[in-house]
Structures are given as C-alpha cells and as structure tokens.
C-alpha cells in the first residue's frame, strides 16, 4: 500500500510539473508571472496568518502588462479564502505579505532587500545575478520560464516553504558555494578595508597637523590684532587727555589773559594814582614852601615885632626920661605922646594882622594836612591792592608754569607714545598706511615700503593717482570713499600677481575719528595671507579626501552589510534546516556542533548589526519612525523573549509595570531595542539571582529600572561604561564575550528617542538601569 501511494504521490506530482511547463510554454509572459506569484504565495506560510484579513502583493517595476494581470488576478482568485491586494507605493513595502521586482527594476533590489530584510516578507524577483541578495528568482530557459529558490534567505524572513514549491519547477541553489565566495569576498573586502583605514589615519594625522598649525597661526595673528587693538585704545586714551588737557590749558590761558587785563588796569591806575601822587606830592611841597615861606614871613615879622617890642622898651625908658623932663619941653612931650600913640596904634593892628594871618595859616595848613592824610590814606590803599594784585600775578605765574610744565610733560608723553607707535606701526609684519581725507598718504610703514618698494618721501602727501597705476589707484580712492561716506570699516581679499607667483592680501580699512567724531584720516592695514590660502587649499584637498574617505567608509559599509549579512544568514538558515532534520537525521554530536556554528553565525550577525548601528548613529543617518507605542506590550515581550537565556542560568525574572504605564509617542523598533540590549546585558553579567525590570510614571516621566544582581560596577568604571568598543577592564572582556557597543548604541538611541539612561551600582552589589521617557 505504501508504495502504491508514492507512487500515485510520484505520478501527480509528475503531472503537476508536467502541466506547469506546458501552461508556461503557452501562456503570455506576464501571464506566467502572475500564475507563478499566485502559486509561490500559495506553497508558503506567513506567521500568524490567522491575524492577516487580506493579503498584499507589493509590485515594483514599469511593465503595465503584469499590472493589469496582477490586478485581474486580485479580482478573480482568493488565497486561503482571504482577498488579494496589489500596490505600488515603496512607502507601502514593509506592509506587503509578497514583494515582486521586475527585471527592469533590478537596480533598486539592494536598496529594497535591505528595507524588507529580516520581516516577515518573500522577495520575488526576475533574472537578478546576485544570487545572495534573492529568496525566489523567475529565469528564462528555452524560452520557459523556471524559477530558483534560495532557502536560507526565505527562513531567514520567517516564512515557511511547503516542499510541493521545488516541485513546481524550481531550482535550490547551493548555500555552501555562496558562503565560500562570500568568504572570499569578506576577505578581500577586509583587506581592502584595512588599506583604507591605514589612509584614513594618515590623512587624519596629516589634517590634526595642518589644524595645529594653523591654530597656532591663527592665536599668534589674534594676540597681535589684540596688542596693536590695546595701543590703538591706549593712544586713543592718551589723545583724549591730550585733548582734555589741551582744553584746560586754553581755558588757563584765557583765565590768565583775564588776569593779565585785569593786572594791565590795574597798572594803568596805579600809573594815573602814582602820577597824581606826584602831583600831590608836587602840591604839597609847593604847600610845604609856602608854609615855609610864611613861616619864614611870620618869623620876620615875629623879628620886627620883637625890635618894636624892644623899641617900644626903649621908648618907654625915654618916656620916664621925657616925664622928668615933661616940664621942660611940653611941645616936645606933647609931639612924643602923639607919636606914641600913633604907634601903639599901629602895633595893635599889626597883632590884629598877624594873628589873622596865623589863623588863615593854620586852617590852611589843616586843610593840606587833611588832604595829605586821605591822599595817604588812598596810596596806602592802592599799595595794598598793588600787593594783593602782586600776589595773585605771582599765584597765575606760579600756575600757569606749572600747566606749562605739566603740557611740556604730556606733549613728551604724547610724543614717546607717538614713537612707541609708530614703532610698532613700522615694524609690524603688515602694510600700515594711513590718509587724510583729501586721500593723499600722511603714513606708510616699512613693510608697505619693502612691499610696495616705494620709499616714504615717494609717498608721503601724494594721492594714489600720483604712485599707483590707473586701475589700482580708482579702487583705492573708492575704497577710502566708502569708508569716509558710511563711517564704517572696510573688509576684503585681493589677489595679486608677484614675481614668485600670485599672492592673496586681506586688506581692512577703518576711519580715525577726532573729539568731534569727525573723520580726519581713514587707516588701512594689508595681510599677506598667501600662506593661509595655500594652507585652506591643503585643508581642502585633505577635506576632499576624508569626504572621499567617508564615502569608501559608507560603501565599505553598505557592502560588508550584504557581503556578511546574506551569507550568515545563509549559514543561519542553512543550519536550521539541517538541525529540523530536512535534509536528513543528526546524529548527537552533529546537532552540537550545528548549534554552535548557528550560534557564532547569530553572535557574528549581532555583532555586525552593532557595528552598523553605531556607524550609521555616529554619522547621523539613523532615522527614527515615531508613532504610537504599546509600552507595556512592548516591554512583555522583550521580557518574554529573554527568558529561555535566563533560565539556562537560573536566573528569577521580574516584571512589574503600574496600571498607568500605557502608550506613548516613540519607535517602537528602538524601544524594544534598547530594553533587549539592556535585560541581556544583565543576564551576560549576572551568574546567580535574579533580573527584576520594573515601569512607572513618575513626575510626568515614564522611568523603566532594570535590576540584576550581578557583578555590579566599580564608580570609575561608570565614565567608560557608554563609550563605545570598550568593557570595564579585560578580565570582564576575557570572561564576558562582547564588543562592548551594546550600552553605547543603547545610551545614543535613547537620547535620540528624547529620553536618558543613567546607572547606580556597587561592585558585588548588582546594577540597575534606568530609563526615563517623556510620557506623551
């Protein structure tokens, strides 16, 4: 009975093949295409297929004759008593249960595979070469068409494949040839791959070089700018106390010029009171002359007097003499009584006169001696004024030379510091040269001279019309015009041709203010940076060459994506056939050895997926598809996932989520990511006890711990945890396998999720992660 049933097994499938060679021998091209989709899809299991209400056949390509075919077959057959959906927007590719890319598509089956690789997704294309990147690839044959299956790639996708499927004509390709040519590959990608290394750091020790260099130019430029910017304030300080001074000193002369009028009145009046002192003293000697004279008179008369007084004693002796001899001579007596009569007479009056004169003397005398006393009174006064006005011409004098000692002290002070800068404006290793407002040149420094190879005197109070040629001397003149119009400095390059080649200047030109805040000169500096340029070029070529560098670096990558990644995941599902015992019985040890090379082909897998990660994070290319996200699903199943690792080390897992933990706005990919990375980091590094993960809101905060009760970490060990390629020290490394990217790519995709991870734990004491979230 048994080989009776074969054999009808035998036979119908005999007429099956039989039948579709014939059907695609007669059928239409894209007819064929569309009956082989329908019965691919037909000979596979996608997981959970109970969930799916309708299944998508994604079509990429131009050929409008499959597209009106897959849309008739849409309406017309059922899969699995379920209806069929075609689309063709890329955006809707990881949504579709099976893909089919045309052969005049094939350019963007890398591009594709790599979205849809690893999901629950069966790629079929058309005539592709690369036999590595296919799961099911139609060929032509004798005008038929035939198809070849590839495996490893398909149980790679999660996808089961009935054995009726090579039945329908199809071809299994053989993984073993494709891993060694892919080793081979891998290796001359390695080689290749360490040249290009080796020349990265070249070129970047060549570049950390060039950059030093420049920097160092660059702060020796920027410490002069900063010096000659000091001397500028310092002489511009100097000036305004040049100028306050200056003020002061103009307003002390007027003051003094003020004085000196006032001391010039007051000498003119003390001529005039010193010329009518002289008068006075002109007067009163003349008074004093006559005072004299008439004192001399009264005296003669006092003279006379006193010779009358003495006569009229003689006189009275001769009247004793004439009374005795009265009797003789009474003529006589009569006529000497009459004479004597007449002159007492006379003697009275004389009194009268010379008393009267006396009085008139006297209150003259009284008068010119008030006069004498005011007229002294009014000297001693001015005398007085004199001194006092002496004093303060003394006080003026005194001030005024020392302002005059002070502006001699400053005009030197200014003058030192006139040639302290125009030492350093001489000797600077720029062009200076500075014009007035008229454009002639008023200064030129001895570098403009070596470099214009102009003397001073050739230069000095000429314009630019008068030394440069026509061309060069208008950009001059208008440069110095913008500069005085707008008040503002002026910044350009300017290449010129020299004898030894052509040279790069940067030129500034700025205008000079006074107290007024008018322009007087505008001054200009020139800075030869030919050397810079040169320098920038060097900097641009390396820079070129790192871009260069970069993309080899991105090639390299997006190759040693599907140059390891198809051939491991050919080992991975190759092997897996081989332990479900497809291709035959294993015995003990061939089951072993196969689950340690599936093993090592997932650790290498994982590895090269960090690597990925963390080479498409640090070049910023990591994109990250935010929506809604089921946390506390999420977090059960990564927990759920783990635990046949942790029941290998009989480790208790702990799950606790509060009831308010729900959804949130984040990738859900990532989120997962990053949790699995974290439980088996502590699974890795914990031999006894337990992991315990536990989720809550807190302070508008989603914040996720995961305990274990391993190892724990030493606090200078916490700084390096989270850099990348690095464990906490070699004898870990040695007892724990990794690469040590794991944290890393945890702690980059967190903070690119919005969130932060940070860790507290004691050595022997276990670690515990937390995560926080935005809860959104």
């Not at 660059?218 to 100028?243: G, H």
């Not at 001074?245 to 010029?257: A, G, H, Y």
Request: hydrophobic share 35%; glycine share 4%.
């Amino acid at each position: 009975m048994t080989n009776i049933r074969n054999s009808v097994i035998v036979f119908t499938l005999i007429s099956l093949l039989f039948r579709i060679e014939i059907n695609s021998q007669s059928l239409k091209h894209h007819q064929a295409v569309a009956a082989y989709l329908y019965n691919f899809a037909k000979n596979v299991r996608w997981e959970n297929e109970n969930r799916i209400s309708e299944f998508k056949f994604h079509y990429v390509g131009n050929n409008e004759r499959i597209k009106e075919e897959l849309e008739s077959l849409a309406k017309l057959r059922r899969l699995r008593d379920k209806p069929i959906k075609i689309t063709y927007n890329n955006s809707e590719l990881e949504k579709a249960h099976l893909v089919f890319i045309s052969k005049d598509a094939n350019p963007q089956l890398v591009q594709l595979y790599d979205r849809i690789e690893g999901k629950n997704i069966l790629l079929v294309s058309e005539e592709y070469s690369d036999k590595k990147l296919i799961m099911i690839n139609l060929t032509k044959k004798n005008e038929s068409l035939h198809f070849e299956i590839n495996k490893a790639n398909i149980i790679n996708q999660n996808i089961e494949i009935t054995d009726d499927l090579i039945l329908l004509g199809g071809t299994e390709i053989d993984v073993a040839s494709l891993y060694r040519e892919s080793q081979q590959t891998l290796r001359t990608l390695q080689k290749h791959a360490d040249k290009l290394e080796e020349n990265l750091i070249n070129l970047e020790r060549s570049i950390n070089a060039k950059s030093k260099e420049i920097e160092l130019q660059k702060e020796n430029l920027e410490k002069q700018s900063n010096k000659l910017n000091e001397q500028n304030k310092t002489l511009s300080e100097q000036s305004l106390l040049l100028k306050k001074r200056d003020k002061e000193l103009s307003e002390q002369l007027n003051k003094i010029n003020e004085q000196n009028e006032i001391y010039e009145k007051q000498s003119k009046k003390l001529e005039e009171q010193k010329e009518e002192l002289a008068e006075g003293n002109k007067l009163l000697n003349e008074l004093k002359e006559d005072i004299e004279k008439q004192k001399n008179d009264l005296a003669e008369q006092s003279k006379a007097l006193e010779e009358q007084s003495k006569t009229i004693g003689k006189q009275q002796e001769y009247l004793h003499l004439l009374i005795i001899i009265v009797a003789l001579v009474i003529l006589l007596s009569a006529a000497v009584y009459i004479g004597y009569k007449n002159k007492i007479r006379l003697t009275k009056e004389l009194e009268i006169k010379v008393q009267e004169r006396t009085n008139e003397l006297k209150k003259l005398n009284e008068e010119l001696e008030e006069r004498v006393n005011k007229r002294t009174d009014e000297l001693q006064r001015t005398n007085k004024n004199l001194g006092e006005a002496k004093k303060e011409i003394e006080e003026v004098n005194k001030y005024l030379l020392n302002e005059i000692d002070v502006r001699k002290k400053v005009q030197t002070d200014l003058a030192e510091s006139e040639k302290r800068l125009e030492a350093i404006l001489n000797y600077a290793p720029i062009l200076v040269y500075i014009n007035d407002v008229n454009g002639k040149y008023i200064f030129v420094n001895y570098e403009f001279e070596k470099v214009m190879k102009l003397k001073f005197e050739e230069v000095v109070n000429k314009n630019d019309l008068e030394i440069f040629p026509k061309q060069r001397a208008e950009r001059n003149i208008a440069q110095n015009k913008k500069v005085i119009e707008t008040g503002k400095a002026l910044t350009f390059e300017n290449p010129s041709q020299k004898e030894d080649g052509l040279h790069y200047f940067f030129d500034i030109i700025f205008p000079i203010f006074d107290s007024n805040n008018k322009i007087t000169a505008t001054c200009g500096w020139t800075i030869d940076i030919t050397d810079r340029k040169k320098r920038e070029e060097v900097l641009k070529e390396a820079k070129d060459k790192a871009e260069s560098a970069d993309k080899l670096k991105s090639a390299f990558l997006a190759t040693m994506s599907h140059e390891l990644r198809t051939p491991l995941n050919s080992i991975i599902g190759f092997t897996g056939i081989l332990l479900k015992g497809i291709a035959g019985p294993l015995n003990s040890e061939q089951i072993k050895q196969l689950g340690l090379v599936k093993g090592s082909a997932q650790h290498l897998l994982a590895l090269i997926n960090d690597v990925l990660d963390i080479s498409k994070i640090e070049a910023g290319q990591l994109v990250v598809s935010i929506s809604k996200v089921d946390f506390r699903k999420t977090l059960t199943g990564v927990v759920e996932s783990i635990i046949p690792s942790a029941e290998k080390k009989s480790l208790e897992v702990y799950l606790s989520i509060a009831d308010e933990v729900s959804e949130i706005e984040s990738d859900e990919r990532r989120v997962g990511q990053i949790f699995l990375n974290l439980v088996n980091n502590a699974i890795k590094f914990t031999n006894e006890g337990f992991i315990k993960i536990d989720s809550l809101i807190q302070n508008g905060k989603l914040i996720t711990k995961v305990m274990d009760s391993g190892i724990g970490i030493k606090e200078e060990d916490k700084e390096k945890l989270f850099k990348p390629f690095s464990q906490i020290d070699t004898g870990l490394s040695r007892n724990h396998e990794g690469t040590g990217l794991g944290l890393s790519i945890t702690k980059k995709l967190v903070e690119k999720l919005g969130g932060k991870i940070y860790v507290e734990s004691s050595v022997n004491k276990g670690s515990t992660f937390i995560v926080e979230f935005p809860n959104k």
